[in-house]
Antibody
Framework: QVQLQESGPRLVKPSQTLSLTCTVSGGSIKSGYFWNWVRQHPGKGLEWIGNIHPSGDTYYNPSLMSRVSMSLDTSKSQVSLKMDSVTAADTADYYC???????????????WGRGTRVTVSS | IVMTQSPDSLAVSLGERAAINCKSSQSLLYNPNNKNYLAWYQHKSGQPPKLLIYWASTRESGVPDRFSGSGSGTDFTLTISSLQAEDVAVYYCQQYYDGSTFGQGTKVEIK
């Protein structure tokens, strides 16, 4: 079955760039689904960051799009997230999630990685 | 689109019914396909969120039938017909009509 695994630095300094990778196993990253990033601030609710399709199409949360970029490496079955100019407010659990229907950029999320906690601190 | 859940927390006896409400700031019903762009998730501590319901009332494969979703337009409800101990979690609604936003979450506990 398809599994998602997030990885990347757990600690990032303020003003630097947060970089995370989601590795997709057990299935093809080119299957037509959108691959999403979602975060959860400590003790808070869920926030959609954005997504990317194997075609290269991307959709970002308007509140974050000035600082966010996503890319996809099909040879490694990986989806990457970069977030610039981070502050303490970007401290959160970051999840990778698959869009539940192929070709649909605004959709529910049927598969999730276990998430990774990123702390922004000097 | 702003999603507002009620209540923020809920304590229910084992075997009793639990109902969580979710209200959107605009209609989530897309008339050309008559679908409501609303999903529900269960989030247990230390685990990723789990999809329960999508298109407002379609149960995800493997989800127990005690979970059901209802509603249309701007008002939706997730019902757990007979609460089990393993249902203790935070539940979120999500709209995917325009972008994606979540409700603030409802914590369900055993009374």
């Amino acid at each position: 079955q398809v599994q998602l695994q997030e990885s990347g630095p757990r600690l990032v300094k303020p003003s630097q760039t947060l970089s995370l990778t989601c590795t997709v196993s057990g299935g093809s990253i080119k299957s037509g689904y959108f691959w999403n990033w979602v975060r959860q601030h400590p003790g808070k609710g869920l926030e959609w960051i954005g997504n990317i399709h194997p075609s290269g199409d991307t959709y970002y949360n308007p509140s974050l799009m000035s600082r966010v970029s996503m890319s996809l490496d099909t040879s490694k079955s990986q989806v990457s997230l970069k977030m610039d100019s981070v502050t303490a407010a970007d401290t959160a659990d970051y999840y990778c999630a698959r869009g539940g229907e192929s070709k649909s950029y605004y959709i529910f999320f049927d598969l999730w990685g276990r998430g990774t906690r990123v702390t922004v601190s000097s | 689109i702003v999603m507002t859940q009620s209540p923020d927390s809920l304590a229910v006896s084992l075997g009793e019914r639990a109902a969580i409400n979710c209200k959107s700031s605009q209609s989530l019903l897309y008339n050309p396909n008559n679908k409501n762009y609303l999903a529900w998730y269960q989030h247990k501590s230390g685990q990723p969120p789990k999809l329960l319901i999508y298109w407002a009332s379609t149960r995800e494969s493997g989800v127990p039938d005690r979970f059901s979703g209802s509603g249309s337009g701007t008002d939706f409800t997730l019902t757990i017909s007979s609460l089990q101990a393993e249902d203790v979690a935070v539940y979120y609604c999500q709209q995917y009509y325009d972008g994606s936003t979540f409700g603030q979450g409802t914590k369900v506990e055993i009374k």
